[in-house]
């Protein structure tokens, strides 16, 4: 039987983390060949498109299934081929040269090729099933745009959450921003019609209350000060986001504690660093401390600019 060539791409400067993940969860898969964050993988077993898009590989922007590798002339000769074979709704350009992509449609769903550069005149067609909020190799740079008033970069990682994973959030929703200062992710949520309550000893970029006079406050303290008795009398708090420089065994474990005793939370965004407390072998840990807290809705992923860090959304099922 002919080995499947299963193909990824991820970020350029986690390509290392993406390849350390695999070999912990598909040592089984024969690395075949990578440059400019682009890996192929040999596996014995076949999977079908659907099976491999959800296959949850963290460090991965992109999954699919190697069709064809050559020149752009061979290329453009075999195409019509492959794509009487598979019928794609859109196609993608990525070139990892120069790291950057130019996107078909990216709102549909379904079969999907990726025409990838790797090389002068070397590349490689590919096939995946994509969803909607899939995103191409930016390579660092988000496809949010950035406000020039927003206060920090947080703003675009937290815009690249909501695009990827969609969480079903209500209208009316109340968001904990912990660490907000300076407020990137604040500026973002409230531009989206959301109330914040925001925690940090340092104050947020004063644009935050002059652009949003109402549904804003600020507790400033600490995230390791922060108690249940500090949030009585504010609205119910249903969603927490997570972004700080903290050791991630420590705050999650403490953020935990406190969502115990606050039972109108149901969702949980958490940015986890890729550090020297944290590697690719611990990351099922972090999921194993969400489980047992009672959160079973549990997506996570590698989002542009998320440079040696993933996200993850955890959710309390209704």
Not at 132 to 156: K, L, N, T, W
Request: charged fraction near 25%.
């Amino acid at each position: 039987m002919q080995e499947q060539e299963i193909y990824l791409i991820g970020l350029i400067h986690n390509i290392g983390l993406l390849k350390e993940e695999m070999a912990i969860h598909f040592p089984n898969w024969r690395f075949n060949y990578g440059v400019h964050g682009f890996v192929t993988f040999r596996s014995e077993v076949e999977y079908k498109l659907p099976d491999l898009r959800e296959m949850n590989i963290t460090f991965s922007l992109v999954k699919g299934v190697s069709l064809f590798r050559g020149t752009w002339a061979e290329l453009d000769q075999r195409r019509e081929h492959f794509e009487k074979k598979h019928s794609p709704v859109s196609t993608h350009y990525w070139n990892l040269l120069e790291e950057k992509g130019e996107m078909g449609d990216r709102k549909v769903r379904g079969t999907v090729f990726d025409i990838i550069r790797i090389a002068n005149d070397d590349y490689i067609l590919g096939v995946r099933m994509q969803v909607r909020g899939d995103f191409a190799p930016y390579s660092g740079s988000s496809p949010i745009p950035m406000p020039e008033e927003a206060p920090s970069r947080a703003y675009q990682k937290l815009g690249e959450v909501f695009k990827h994973f969609r969480p079903l959030v209500a209208h009316e929703e109340v968001f904990l921003d912990i660490g907000c200062s300076p407020g990137g992710s604040t500026f973002y949520l409230m531009e989206k019609g959301f109330r914040v309550v925001g925690v940090d000893p340092i104050p947020v970029d004063p644009i935050i209350t002059e652009k949003f006079p109402e549904g804003f406050l600020q507790l400033g303290q600490s995230f390791v000060e922060l108690k249940k008795k500090h949030l009585l009398g504010l609205p119910p708090v249903g969603w927490i986001v997570l972004d700080v420089e903290l050791p991630i065994f420590n705050t999650l474990p403490r953020l935990l504690k406190l969502v115990s005793k606050l039972d109108s939370v149901i969702g949980l965004i958490v940015t986890v660093k890729m550090n020297l407390e944290m590697s690719v072998d611990k990351v099922e840990e972090v999921d194993e401390l969400l489980r047992n807290a009672n959160f079973t809705d549990i997506k996570k992923g590698q989002l542009p600019s998320h440079n040696r860090e993933y996200c993850i959304i955890a959710k309390k099922r209704d």
